[in-house]
């Protein structure tokens, strides 16, 4: 009697297949309609003129030469560049040196990790209004450090129009290092640990057993890491009005917020569709590299 049982599961397990995907529908439906559509949407409408309300009267590129004229969008093109790149290698360097810390099996282990990763649990608002008090100048860490006797101590980045970029990288730091030591530790307790055997024996150094062997090993969690650091980059909006406001003046604009406030105060539809535009594609630019190398490429070297 149990043979007839055997049998008939491979002929239920289509029919569940098809109601899985039956259920699936309505998610389908959402992603296509809120997702798919509205970005179609928002390409289409930057090819016209509209301003408080979209309009359908198609201008061609004039809203994109508009954009790349603006000194403004020049200005926080030129900031994010900056931004980024130091968000992402000093995430990187500091993450994989917390990991590399917490690899040596120390005391609490446990409650370093949590130490560490609690920033990213945070909002970017709640990052940006903790810095913004610890940078306020009558506030924070420079009064603090003051009414301590250093009278020279100044700590005001966030109000300082030449470093005002620089307070939103150290915020941004603060709060996303730990997702890459979290990144980083997984990928260093996945090393053999022969490795290590081997390199004591050839009395190889430890810093060049990390840099020669382990780092090598760890190119997809970096890879990773890079990627989703670049996303965050890219699409940085949160932290800059919480923490700068994107001041002093334009110091610290950001083009998440150069997109936002043509949406609302300036009331030009067109522009910040053209501008959001411009930012998917980079994020396409930036993912799709990530995507081929980790799915299709591998997927084609699988023997058929």
């Known amino acids: 009697m149990a043979e007839p049982a055997r049998l008939s599961r491979p002929h239920r397990r289509p029919h569940r297949l098809s109601m899985a995907a039956l259920a699936l529908i309505p998610a389908w439906i959402i992603v296509v309609a809120a997702y798919i559509g509205t970005v179609i949407?928002?390409?289409?409408?930057?090819?016209?003129?509209?301003?408080?309300?979209?309009?359908?009267?198609?201008?061609?590129l004039d809203q994109y030469v508009r954009l790349f004229a603006s000194d403004r969008w020049q200005v926080s093109v030129w900031h994010l560049a900056v931004f980024g790149v130091l968000f992402i290698v000093c995430c990187l360097i500091v993450g994989f040196l917390l990991a590399v810390a917490l690899d040596q099996k120390i005391r609490f282990e446990n409650t370093f990790r949590t130490i560490f990763l609690y920033p990213y649990a945070m909002s970017f608002i709640v990052t940006g209004l903790v810095w913004q008090w610890l940078m306020n100048p009558n506030l924070g860490i420079q009064n603090t450090v003051r009414n301590w006797g250093w009278t020279s101590f100044t700590f005001d980045w966030a109000v300082n129009s030449k470093l005002a970029?620089?307070?939103?990288?150290?915020?941004?730091i603060w709060q996303a290092s730990g997702?890459?030591?979290?990144?980083?530790?997984a990928g260093l307790r996945g090393v053999d640990s022969e490795l290590w055997k081997a390199a004591k024996i050839d009395r190889i150094p430890t810093w060049r057993v990390y840099v020669s062997i382990i780092l090598p090993i760890l190119t997809p969690t970096i890879t990773t890491a890079t990627v989703l650091l670049s996303i965050a980059v890219i699409k940085v909006y949160d932290l800059v009005v919480a923490l700068t406001n994107g001041g002093p003046g334009t110091a610290s604009e950001m083009p998440a917020k150069f997109v936002m406030d043509n949406l609302g105060q300036r009331q030009n539809i067109g522009l910040a569709t053209a501008a959001s535009t411009v930012m998917l594609i980079t994020v396409i630019c930036v993912v799709s590299p990530w995507l081929y190398h980790t799915y299709f490429r591998r997927q084609s070297r699988r023997p058929a």
Do not use: Q, R
């Open 41 to 60: 949407w928002t390409i289409v409408i930057s090819f016209t003129g509209s301003k408080l309300l979209p309009v359908y009267n198609f201008v061609g």
């Open 165 to 172: 970029v620089f307070a939103l990288v150290i915020a941004a």
């Open 179 to 185: 997702l890459v030591m979290a990144l980083m530790l």
